[in-house]
């Protein structure tokens, strides 16, 4: 409600809320006249996900441009709705930004933000070639126009996840999409405070790539799929006991690659601190993306948490 913008509108979806959210939510409405609450009630015949609510939400807004965020989520700066507003012209109807996770101690809140970046310097980078593909739901904005004309989620409301990256793989071009990067358009959240509650959100978010265009599901499989390979070809060398200096050079080589390659986009996102940890983390990643992808066939995450 403090954002420095001329004009605009905050919707908040009460989603089955059974806190003191309501109570607070009523409050804060009599208090700010551009305040929108919608309300939706648990039923026990009816269990909807996240892609009801935001439905509701978009119906409630007033206005054409629709700015999207998480509820645990807050603007890095008072200027985040000028900024984002910035990136839609008379044929940009999609803006992509960065939405960020708290900087806390602990190895778990790195691991956090490196996956993050990476994956923001992959989906953003595209973006930039004009070959977009996703978004993510914490920080990003479209037409309500496009909104209806794709039918809001209809084509893949059968499943959990997808409300942010799905949508945008449906509709995004490279004529209508804009990416904004500018450190005041940032969001932050907070991040998972366990392993398990990261898995479990991650699986989540992963179960949605399966229906993705086929030349973003082929970028993406062959990203992570180099990735392994890299690493496991790695461990046969040194059990089959290669010429240390060899094996030592090719990782050498290659680490050396990726973090000049990295460090733009790290420095530009505010992750520089993580930025070192990219040779620990890119081996871990490089097995743990794979497990959670084989663990997704086999186990089917069925509820909105």
Same mark, same amino acid.
């Given at each position: 409600? &403090?954002?420095?913008?001329?004009?605009y509108q905050v919707v908040v979806v009460n989603d089955c809320s059974w806190d003191e959210s309501g109570k607070y939510l009523d409050e804060m409405e009599d208090a700010f006249k551009n305040l929108k609450i919608v309300?939706?009630?648990e039923q026990e015949k009816y269990q909807h996900g996240k892609k009801f609510a935001l439905t509701l939400g978009i119906k409630a807004a007033v206005h054409e441009h629709i700015l999207l965020t998480d509820a645990d989520c807050k603007p890095a700066d008072r200027n985040w709705i000028r900024q984002m507003m910035a990136g839609f012209t &008379?044929?940009?109807e999609i803006v992509i930004g960065y939405g960020a996770y708290d900087k806390e101690p602990g190895l778990l809140n790195k691991w956090i933000r490196f996956d993050t970046v990476m994956n923001a310097l992959l989906y953003l980078g595209r973006a930039m070639k004009g070959k977009e593909y996703m978004g993510v739901g914490r920080?990003?904005?479209y037409t309500k126009s496009l909104f209806f004309r794709n039918k809001g989620f209809a084509n893949h409301y059968h499943i959990m996840s997808g409300d942010d990256d799905l949508f945008i793989n449906e509709t995004a071009t490279r004529d209508n999409t804009s990416v904004v990067i500018e450190p005041e358009s940032f969001t932050y959240s907070k991040p998972k405070i366990s392993l398990f509650t990261w898995i479990y959100q991650k699986r989540r978010h992963m179960s949605a790539g399966s229906y993705y265009k086929s030349r973003d599901r082929i970028f993406v499989g062959n990203y992570y799929f180099s990735l392994f390979l890299f690493w496991l070809m790695l461990i046969l060398a040194i059990l089959v006991k290669l010429n240390w200096q060899i094996v030592v050079g090719i990782?050498?080589?290659r680490l050396?690659?990726?973090m000049i390659v990295c460090w733009k986009g790290y420095k530009k996102l505010a992750e520089s601190d993580v930025f070192l940890f990219i040779p620990f983390f890119d081996l871990f990643s490089a097995f743990a993306y794979p497990l959670l992808a084989v663990s997704n066939l086999f186990i089917k995450t069925k509820s909105w948490k």
């Open positions: 409600m &403090d954002q420095d913008y001329p004009d309300n939706i009630r &008379d044929k940009k920080n990003m904005g990782v050498a080589i050396t690659i990726q």
